[in-house]
């Protein structure tokens, strides 16, 4: 059997008091907690070191009888172990409690810094981090449920607008082609049958064709479009599509590119039949039937490729870029702005040639003949000539003039007609020709034109005047002299067949000779008719002789010697 431990005794000759043990610093008392002083501190140590000095004798008395191999049990019997442990207690950190229970002493320690404000643990911060996740995907959820709702209650309005801007577009649609009828049915072909049995009509058939134009096939066109139109919206939905049907006529918009570009001309021939009595007794007639008057009629053909243009812009910014007929509505937007900008461009270069013809007839004792088919209006306004050998401010006249795409021409204002008396006439196609900007010591605003007859010194108005004229001259010129820069290659490439249909004696200050040209170029099968002068065959040669050295020309007849020759030796050179 094992030998149980044997209790120590409760006193021993090495004690000399109880206070010995129970003055000792036990771990958890009070007087550990609070500290001990420096007084008691030292009487506890001097009494440990007597108990240790008992203790020690004790041991090397009782060494000897120790009975061998009887280890340390025998050892701890056999001592004053309450003087030993005691004093043994104060000099060590491990002390025994009066019931043999060991503690540990520690030394005071600095309690650790208080944790910032603020400053949250690994697992709060893991917590946190969590919890914000969480959070986040809430508020996206919410933030894109919000997107949606805003995006279905635009598009929901987008829609009912669209919806409307697709009913104008067909209720607009009817009423034009309603108008249409009116012209086609009421006017144009009962002119038409008119003209074919009665030996006195009331307008001839080219009176009707310059008028009328290309209402038939306008007509025609615009009802299988409404056709159309109205199927389209008879099962119309949100994703119902509009644009091809817009883009289908982009070939057939010609014909209203003819019938503007001849708009200003039929409305004259217009003018001119309402002075014939029974042509305006017609007029009378038809007025009691539609209410309308044929201009008010004539004009709305016009009117309609702008009213297209609105409506499709319209209908495009209630459709959304991902709605199927958007990439359609674009494409019929740009084809009919491209009708549009040629339309534009044709009545403004019709309106320039018009006021070249209103220019001619304002001139008095012009022998050159202004109205050419390639010669449009630039400008006009009133400048200032003089000479260079007068002193300024001295013999300054002041002058109008009129400028060109191809040409100069300064005038004088006679007081008794109104009409222009013609002063220099200065043609772009002269490749001696210089304008010099001169500056405004000699004279303010003033400018130079010299070509190789004649000098014209002029001043503007103002600086900016003067900088918008000669900036045109440059420019009008250039182009002038890229058109008689004439590729020899594609000289020899084309057949042209060159034919003198007709000439014209034109009498006014000095009698001359208009030869009408006709060319037919088989290669591009285009047809070109224009009137020129001999005087202007005569410096074409020499400008085509001085820029193509290299090139083997036919020498033109003289021109005396024209009416000598054979037609077909006149057209071949």
């Known amino acids: 059997m094992k030998a149980s431990p044997r209790p120590l005794p409760r006193s021993s000759p090495g004690l000399t ?3 010995s043990v129970g003055s000792l610093p036990v771990m958890g008392s009070s007087s550990h907690a609070n500290g001990l002083s420096s007084s008691t501190s030292a009487l506890s140590h001097s009494a440990s070191l007597s108990n240790l000095n008992a203790g020690l004798s004790a041991l090397s008395a009782s060494a000897p009888s ?3 191999g009887s280890g340390g049990s025998s050892l701890s019997s056999s001592l004053p172990g309450s003087g030993l442990l005691a004093a043994v207690g104060a000099l060590s950190p491990l002390s025994l409690s ?6 540990f002493k520690k030394a005071p320690v600095k309690p650790l810094p208080p944790r910032p404000p603020g400053r949250k643990t690994l697992t709060e911060l893991v917590e946190a981090k969590e919890n914000g996740i969480e959070m986040l995907i809430k508020v996206q959820a919410i933030v894109r449920r919000w997107l949606c709702w805003r995006m279905f209650k635009r598009r929901v309005k987008e829609n009912v607008h669209r919806t409307r801007v697709v009913k104008e577009i067909v209720s607009s649609e009817e009423s034009y082609v309603a108008g249409l009828l009116i012209i086609h049915k009421t006017y144009l072909e009962q002119l038409q049958w008119n003209a074919k049995v009665s030996p006195n009509p009331f307008l001839t058939t080219d009176q009707i064709a310059a008028i009328f134009s290309t209402v038939a096939g306008i007509s025609t066109f615009n009802q299988t479009f409404i056709q159309s139109l109205r199927e389209r919206v008879a099962n119309w939905g949100i994703t119902s599509k509009i644009g091809d049907v817009f883009c289908s006529m982009g070939p057939f918009l010609k014909l209203y590119f003819t019938y503007c570009s001849n708009y200003d001309q039929g409305m004259q021939a217009l003018q001119r039949a309402k002075l014939e009595p029974q042509f305006a007794m017609f007029l009378e007639t038809c007025m009691k039937s539609t209410t309308s008057t044929l201009e008010s009629l004539l004009i709305t053909i016009v009117q309609r490729i702008p009213r297209y243009i609105l409506l499709l812009q319209d209908l495009i910014k209630s459709t959304w870029r991902d709605h199927p007929d958007y990439d359609d509505l674009c494409k019929a937007l740009k084809i009919i702005q491209e009708i549009a900008a040629r339309l534009n ?3 403004s270069d019709a309106e320039k040639q018009n006021k070249v013809i209103s220019i001619q007839g304002m001139m008095a004792d012009f022998d050159k003949d202004l109205v050419t088919p390639s010669r449009t209006f630039v400008r006009e306004g009133p400048l200032l000539n003089c000479s260079m050998e007068a002193k300024a401010g001295k013999d300054m ?8 795409n191809d040409a100069l021409l300064i005038t004088d204002r006679k007081k008794v007609d109104e009409k222009y008396q013609h002063r220099n006439f200065i043609e772009f196609n002269d490749q001696s020709l210089k304008v010099k900007d001169l500056p405004d010591k000699v004279l303010p605003h003033a400018f130079q034109v010299i070509s190789a007859t004649q000098t014209v010194f002029v001043a503007a108005e103002d600086d900016a005047t003067k900088v918008a004229i000669l900036a045109e001259i440059k420019v009008y010129r250039e182009e ?21 249909p007709r000439t014209q004696t034109v009498t006014g200050k000095k009698e001359y000779t208009l030869y009408h040209i006709k060319i037919n170029d088989e290669v591009s099968r285009k047809n070109h008719n224009f009137p020129k002068r001999y005087s202007d065959f005569d410096k074409f040669h020499r400008a085509l002789k001085k820029e193509f050295p290299n090139c083997d020309f036919d020498e033109l007849p003289k021109k005396h010697l024209v009416g000598s020759l054979s037609k077909d030796t006149v057209e071949s050179r």
């Open 17 to 19: 008091s109880s206070n």
């Open 66 to 68: 120790s009975p061998a």
């Open 98 to 103: 009066s019931s043999g229970e060991s503690s």
């Open 345 to 347: 461009k044709g009545i």
């Open 397 to 404: 006249q002041k002058v109008y003039f009129f400028l060109f």
């Open 480 to 500: 002038k002299l890229k058109s008689l820069k004439l590729d020899a290659d594609t000289m020899k490439a084309s057949n042209l067949n060159v034919t003198i």
